[in-house]
C-alpha cells in the first residue's frame, strides 16, 4: 500500500485529490496539511511514501517544506500551476522527484504516486523537459566540475537521461543492455550525491553538458 499525504492550502483540492486517490486499492491517503509547516509536522508524525505538495501556501511554502522533507525519505511531487514553472525548477533542486500541473488527468495523478513511491522521478518528455530547459540553463561560473567524478560513458547516458529517455531507450541508443543502463544510473546518483533522476537531469543542465534545444 502506498501512503499519500495531500499539502495543499486549498480544502477543495485536497478532498478532489483524496477522492481520486482513496478509490485504488495501492493507494491511501493518510493525511492532509493547510500549509509547509504543518506538512512538515505530518510527515513526521505519519511517515508517508509519498507527499502532493503544492507550492504557493501561507507561512512555509512548499519549496522550504520540500528542503526539509526530502532528507526524510518521503518522496515529494510538486503540484503546481504552470505559471509557476521557476517554482518547480526550485523544487526539482530541492530534492522534489517531479511534479504534475494541476489540471493533469486523474490517471496521471495515480501514476505520478505510483512513480515517486518506487523511487523514480516523473520527467515525461513533455511539460517537464520544457521548464527544465527554460530553467535549469544557467550553468553557474566552473560548474563543470559537478560531474568530474562521471565516465565518458556515464555522461553519455546521464545526457540522455536529461532529455527524458527512458532506460530502455537509453540502452536502445547506446546499444547497451536495460539492467546495464540502471547500472549506470544508480552510479551516478551515489556518484554526485542525487537523490533521483530528477536531480541528475538538474546536473546535466547546470554542469554545461546539456543545453536547451539540443538533442541527445
Same mark, same amino acid.
Do not use: C, W
Given at each position: 500500500?502506498?501512503?499519500?499525504?495531500?499539502?495543499?492550502?486549498?480544502?477543495?483540492?485536497?478532498?478532489g485529490?483524496?477522492?481520486?486517490?482513496?478509490?485504488?486499492?495501492?493507494?491511501?491517503?493518510?493525511?492532509?496539511a493547510?500549509?509547509?509547516?504543518e506538512?512538515?509536522?505530518?510527515?513526521?508524525?505519519?511517515?508517508?511514501?509519498?507527499?502532493?505538495?503544492?507550492?504557493?501556501?501561507?507561512?512555509?511554502?512548499?519549496?522550504?517544506?520540500?528542503?526539509?522533507?526530502?532528507?526524510?525519505?518521503?518522496?515529494?511531487?510538486?503540484?503546481?500551476?504552470?505559471?509557476?514553472?521557476e517554482?518547480?525548477?526550485?523544487?526539482?533542486?530541492?530534492?522534489?522527484?517531479?511534479?504534475?500541473?494541476?489540471?493533469?488527468?486523474?490517471?496521471? %495523478?495515480?501514476?505520478?504516486?505510483?512513480?515517486? =513511491?518506487? !523511487?523514480? *522521478?516523473? @520527467?515525461s518528455?513533455?511539460? +517537464?523537459? $520544457?521548464? %527544465?530547459?527554460?530553467?535549469a540553463?544557467?550553468? =553557474?561560473? !566552473?560548474? *563543470?566540475? @559537478?560531474?568530474?567524478?562521471? +565516465?565518458? $560513458?556515464?555522461?553519455?547516458?546521464?545526457?540522455?537521461?536529461?532529455?527524458?529517455?527512458?532506460?530502455?531507450?537509453?540502452?536502445?541508443?547506446?546499444?547497451?543492455s536495460?539492467?546495464?543502463?540502471?547500472t549506470h544510473?544508480n552510479?551516478?546518483?551515489?556518484?554526485?550525491?542525487?537523490?533521483?533522476?530528477?536531480q541528475?537531469?538538474?546536473?546535466?543542465?547546470?554542469?554545461?553538458?546539456?543545453?536547451?534545444?539540443?538533442?541527445?
Open positions: 500500500m502506498i501512503t499519500v499525504l495531500l499539502a495543499d492550502d486549498q480544502p477543495l483540492v485536497r478532498a485529490l483524496r477522492a481520486l486517490l482513496d478509490t485504488e486499492d495501492d493507494l491511501t491517503v493518510i493525511g492532509e493547510a500549509d509547509g509547516r506538512a512538515v509536522r505530518e510527515v513526521a508524525r505519519l511517515r508517508p511514501a509519498v507527499v502532493l505538495m503544492d507550492i504557493r501556501m501561507p507561512g512555509l511554502d512548499g519549496l522550504e517544506a520540500t528542503r526539509e522533507i526530502v532528507p526524510t525519505g518521503a518522496r515529494v511531487v510538486v503540484v503546481t500551476t504552470f505559471d509557476l514553472d517554482y518547480v525548477y526550485e523544487a526539482l533542486r530541492s530534492g522534489a522527484s517531479g511534479f504534475l500541473v494541476k489540471d493533469a488527468e486523474p490517471a496521471e %495523478i495515480r501514476h505520478a504516486v505510483r512513480v515517486a =513511491a518506487r !523511487g523514480d *522521478a516523473l @520527467l518528455p513533455g511539460v +517537464t523537459r $520544457r521548464l %527544465i530547459e527554460e530553467f540553463a544557467r550553468p =553557474a561560473s !566552473g560548474s *563543470a566540475h @559537478l560531474l568530474a567524478p562521471l +565516465t565518458a $560513458r556515464e555522461r553519455e547516458v546521464l545526457a540522455r537521461v536529461a532529455h527524458g529517455l527512458t532506460n530502455t531507450q537509453i540502452a536502445e541508443d547506446l546499444f547497451m536495460p539492467a546495464t543502463v540502471k544510473v552510479r551516478m546518483m551515489a556518484k554526485l550525491a542525487a537523490h533521483d533522476r530528477a541528475l537531469v538538474v546536473l546535466a543542465y547546470e554542469s554545461g553538458l546539456v543545453r536547451p534545444g539540443h538533442s541527445a
